[in-house]
């Protein structure tokens, strides 16, 4: 009897043990994590709208309430252009991604059939400070966020490249937009949507903990009409780094975590 009672004992502390370890890993984890949206205001943050100065938050797009950030069209009586994008004030090179968002309501009158349930992050991008009053979107790597219309596939966490170029398999990719292979989101649940990003090396876009999309070698386009103000002195047009931004593009969208693990000078 009492060697069955040592043993139930040993066996609950063993359990005890794992959990109690998977933990502590899971807190190990989640060290380092900076809160780029504090779930309060934008006070981190800068917005530039296609038309309007920099800072200048045109009917509102940019908002927080209920502790959400959002995009918003209720002000606007029709979409002429005004996309949008929010710089979090500090740049990165190496780092870890994490956001969580949602597409809600219906996109504005006028908005382009391509940007419906469409938003995305930029990433490695040119300072909001830099851009053109008119200039619709930031030289960038974007990491799109796409949604499905409740019946046609469309697949998320797609790559595109206002001004710039990318490797994928040992080729340099001209195409602006890429596919990846994730699964399509329809409806209004909230998605959790990751990124790896090693500097002018390999980044990656993550959605359901599976890895979607991988290139490398992130750089400037010698095509795009901001090649030459942006290549730095050195001539490297490799981006190492650079800003980065939530995108409006004309339809409502919550996000209601925006996070980052930097990396420091690598990815190991």
Same mark, same amino acid.
């Given at each position: 009897?009492?060697?069955?009672?040592?043993?139930?004992?040993?066996?609950?502390?063993?359990?005890?043990?794992?959990?109690?370890?998977?933990?502590?890993?899971?807190?190990?984890?989640?060290?380092?994590? $900076?809160?780029?949206? /504090?779930?309060?205001?934008?006070?981190?943050?800068? $917005?530039?709208?296609?038309?309007?100065?920099?800072?200048?938050?045109?009917?509102?797009?940019?908002?927080?309430?209920?502790?959400?950030?959002?995009?918003?069209?209720?002000?606007?009586?029709?979409?002429?252009?005004?996309?949008?994008?929010?710089?979090?004030?500090?740049?990165?090179?190496?780092?870890?991604?994490? $956001?969580?968002?949602?597409?809600?309501?219906?996109?504005?009158?006028?908005?382009?059939?391509?940007?419906?349930?469409?938003?995305?992050?930029?990433?490695?991008?040119?300072?909001?400070?830099?851009?053109?009053?008119?200039? #619709?979107?930031?030289?960038?790597?974007?990491?799109?966020?796409?949604?499905?219309?409740?019946?046609?596939?469309?697949? /998320?966490?797609?790559?595109?490249?206002?001004?710039?170029?990318?490797?994928?398999?040992?080729?340099?990719?001209?195409?602006?937009?890429?596919?990846?292979?994730?699964?399509?989101?329809?409806?209004?649940?909230?998605?959790?949507?990751?990124?790896?990003?090693?500097?002018?090396?390999?980044?990656?876009?993550?959605?359901?903990?599976?890895?979607?999309?991988?290139?490398?070698?992130?750089?400037?386009?010698?095509?795009?009409?901001?090649?030459?103000?942006?290549?730095?002195?050195?001539?490297?047009?490799?981006?190492?780094?650079?800003?980065?931004?939530?995108?409006?593009?004309?339809?409502? $969208? #919550?996000?209601?975590?925006?996070?980052?693990?930097?990396?420091? #000078?690598?990815?190991?």
């Amino acid at each position: 009897m009492k060697k069955l009672k040592l043993k139930k004992r040993g066996l609950l502390f063993l359990v005890a043990s794992i959990f109690f370890i998977g933990a502590c890993q899971t807190k190990e984890e989640e060290k380092g994590w $900076i809160q780029l949206f /504090n779930g309060k205001d934008l006070n981190d943050w800068q $917005i530039k709208i296609a038309g309007h100065d920099l800072g200048e938050n045109y009917n509102n797009t940019f908002r927080v309430e209920d502790g959400l950030l959002k995009v918003r069209y209720d002000q606007y009586e029709t979409f002429n252009g005004e996309f949008a994008h929010l710089f979090y004030k500090q740049d990165y090179s190496h780092y870890k991604m994490r $956001i969580e968002y949602r597409f809600v309501g219906e996109q504005v009158t006028n908005g382009p059939g391509w940007a419906f349930r469409n938003s995305g992050i930029m990433i490695h991008g040119q300072s909001a400070e830099s851009m053109e009053k008119n200039q #619709d979107f930031p030289t960038s790597i974007e990491v799109q966020l796409l949604g499905g219309n409740g019946t046609d596939e469309r697949s /998320n966490m797609n790559l595109c490249t206002p001004g710039t170029n990318v490797v994928m398999d040992g080729e340099l990719v001209l195409d602006h937009c890429i596919n990846s292979s994730s699964r399509t989101f329809h409806g209004d649940g909230w998605v959790t949507a990751e990124i790896e990003v090693c500097g002018d090396s390999i980044i990656k876009h993550i959605v359901d903990g599976q890895v979607v999309m991988q290139y490398m070698q992130p750089q400037l386009d010698e095509r795009d009409a901001t090649y030459q103000r942006l290549l730095p002195p050195d001539g490297n047009k490799l981006l190492k780094g650079g800003s980065i931004s939530l995108q409006g593009e004309s339809h409502p $969208i #919550d996000f209601r975590k925006v996070e980052l693990l930097n990396l420091g #000078d690598d990815c190991e």
